[in-house]
């Protein structure tokens, strides 16, 4: 007798342990913290050997994406992570522009933009095609609403329907960066020299960018069979070789005929302000 109930009591003694640590890690599991993904944004690249880029830019930035809990809220008038200073318009805007935005930084740092100044990354600047160089530019994220205001200083960009390239530093302070494209209301205001009105342009076409030399040397000379009063050339910029066409006369009207009028396989013409 004695035996069966000493049997008994181990047997419930194991099966309430049994028990005992079932609820233990089922209430453990019902207290689980949820996991949280970190965006780790890519290691800066050493910056590159000063030289001209021939206004040649076609950037594709990164399009890595963070939730909006992970990613860094700026001031949306002034002041960025970089703490650059922001340049201050003059008078009312002359044009506005709305279209896709994207931002540039190696291996374009510290070469020489198409206004003749070394590209700073950190600083408050932009590169459009066409507004006028020295135009300071108010750029709004329409997906956030925050804006900067930025000076033009390179041309591009030469991507697509982009209309705007930005520093880092520009792209940073709107929330641009890690998205990498972003639509954008652009108000663009004179230069100082010109208040009020846009200045006259002086353009040209841009046709590129060729990954293979020969092949932007032929198009080179056979363009200047077609525009023999043009001056055109060949030149070589981070992205590839571009050839462009100089007309005699240097007016939108006359740049944008020669455009319409260029068509080869995996190259865009682009027209281009040169002043």
């Given at each position: 007798m004695k035996r069966i109930v000493h049997r008994r009591s181990r047997r419930t003694t194991a099966l309430g342990q049994a028990f005992g640590c079932a609820l233990?890690?089922?209430?453990?599991?019902?207290?689980h913290k949820d996991k949280t993904a970190y965006y780790r944004p890519p290691p800066p690249l050493p910056p590159m050997p000063m030289h001209s880029s021939s206004n040649a830019r076609a950037?594709?930035?990164?399009?890595?994406s963070a939730s909006a809990s992970n990613r860094t809220t700026a001031n949306s008038s002034a002041g960025t992570t970089s703490g650059a200073l922001q340049p201050m318009p003059h008078?009312?805007?002359?044009?506005?522009?709305?279209?896709l935005a994207s931002?540039?930084?190696?291996?374009?740092?510290?070469r020489k933009g198409a206004d003749g100044t070394v590209y700073d990354q950190n600083a408050m600047t932009a590169a459009h095609r066409t507004l006028p160089m020295g135009s300071v530019v108010r750029v709004t994220n329409l997906a956030n609403n925050q804006s900067v205001f930025v000076r033009i200083t390179d041309r591009g960009p030469f991507v697509g329907s982009r209309v705007l390239d930005l520093s880092l530093a520009a792209a940073k302070s709107i929330d641009l960066y890690r998205a990498g494209v972003a639509k954008v209301r652009i108000e663009a205001y004179?230069?100082?020299?010109?208040?009020?009105v846009a200045p006259a342009g002086k353009w040209c076409v841009q046709i590129g960018a060729?990954?293979?030399?020969?092949?932007?040397?032929?198009?080179?000379?056979?363009l200047l069979r077609r525009y023999s009063t043009a001056k055109v050339i060949e030149f070589a910029g981070p992205t590839g070789h571009w050839v462009r066409i100089n007309p005699a006369k240097t007016d939108e009207a006359t740049a944008n005929q020669i455009a319409r009028s260029i068509h080869v396989a995996d190259a865009e013409p682009y027209i281009v302000r040169l002043n």
């Open positions: 233990l890690f089922g209430l453990a599991g019902c207290h950037v594709q930035p990164s399009t890595h008078g009312k805007p002359v044009a506005t522009e709305v279209g931002w540039y930084g190696p291996p374009y740092a510290n004179a230069p100082p020299e010109h208040p009020g060729f990954l293979d030399e020969s092949d932007a040397i032929r198009l080179k000379n056979e």
